[in-house]
């Protein structure tokens, strides 16, 4: 509990820091910048409300993280600061947050902010906290497992701090099945096949996405996209061969139960 305590103090100084030097920035609405992925969600999705992201399986983590991610990097102008709140789970499990992985992607390391966190009480506190801070680009509440915690009214307060701040809330569930929520779209996501690059490296991010809801009643819709890392949207997948996983998998720095930090 002391150590929740610390963490919540630290990264409100962290906030109050950002929201200090700058404004509150971002566009109403970001797109995937794929034709038939905008136009399945009315040509874009809102920035300034609750999305969520599930893992289709235990394996597919990684992926959910790295398409939640690609969301996040939509819907940020460069620069922005990201908060990313971690469920220490997820980590041992995937790896830590790395920041040369985070480059590669697309990323800038020194936007990040990670928060990380034992349980899920303590996530949604840190994210509910961090969404006060009108500064930020989009906060990331990333969990594990079933918990009563996610439930309609947890998602509620996340939904309306994120339509008061103006700031992004993308919620990402890893060995969890979807329940009751008040998320704008929620999708689910599986590990998809990529080309290998000529040197034999592996190719680009390729992610199965599936629309499960969207609240304006948008029907079912999946979808195969591939990430474009340097021009940081998205688009069909080349041709495919050999399975990739698009998340790092190397901690960029030993990290302790209730630690925050910027990535980089």
Not at 32 to 43: I, M, R, T
Not at 52 to 68: I, L, N
Not at 107 to 132: C, H, K, M, T
Not at 180 to 185: F, G
């Amino acid at each position: 509990m002391q150590a929740a305590r610390e963490t919540l103090a630290g990264l409100r100084r962290s906030l109050a820091a950002i929201q200090a030097d700058r404004g509150a920035e971002g566009s109403p609405r970001f797109q995937f910048g794929l034709s038939e992925v905008d136009g399945a969600v009315g040509g874009g999705l809102p920035k300034a409300a609750l999305h969520e992201v599930f893992a289709a399986g235990s394996a597919d983590g990684p992926a959910a993280s790295g398409f939640g991610l690609a969301m996040v990097l939509r819907a940020c102008q460069p620069g922005q600061t990201i908060v990313w709140v971690r469920q220490e789970m997820a980590g041992k499990e995937f790896g830590e947050l790395y920041a040369p992985g985070l480059a590669e992607f697309g990323a800038d390391p020194a936007s990040f902010l990670v928060v990380r966190v034992r349980d899920a009480i303590s996530v949604l506190r840190a994210g509910n906290e961090a969404l006060r801070c009108q500064a930020l680009g989009a906060v990331v509440i990333e969990a594990w497992g079933e918990h009563p915690a996610f439930d309609l009214t947890a998602t509620r307060r996340l939904a309306r701090r994120a339509a008061r701040s103006g700031v992004g809330a993308f919620v990402i569930r890893l060995d969890a099945k979807p329940m009751p929520s008040a998320a704008l779209s929620r999708w689910r996501v599986t590990s998809g096949s990529s080309t290998a690059l000529a040197t034999g490296a592996p190719g680009t991010p390729v992610f199965e996405i599936e629309l499960l809801r969207h609240r304006a009643g948008f029907p079912l819709r999946r979808f195969s996209v591939e990430w474009d890392r340097e021009q940081s949207v998205f688009r069909r997948p080349s041709l495919s061969r050999a399975l990739v996983s698009p998340a790092a998998d190397r901690p960029f720095a030993p990290a302790q139960e209730g630690e925050w930090r910027r990535a980089g």
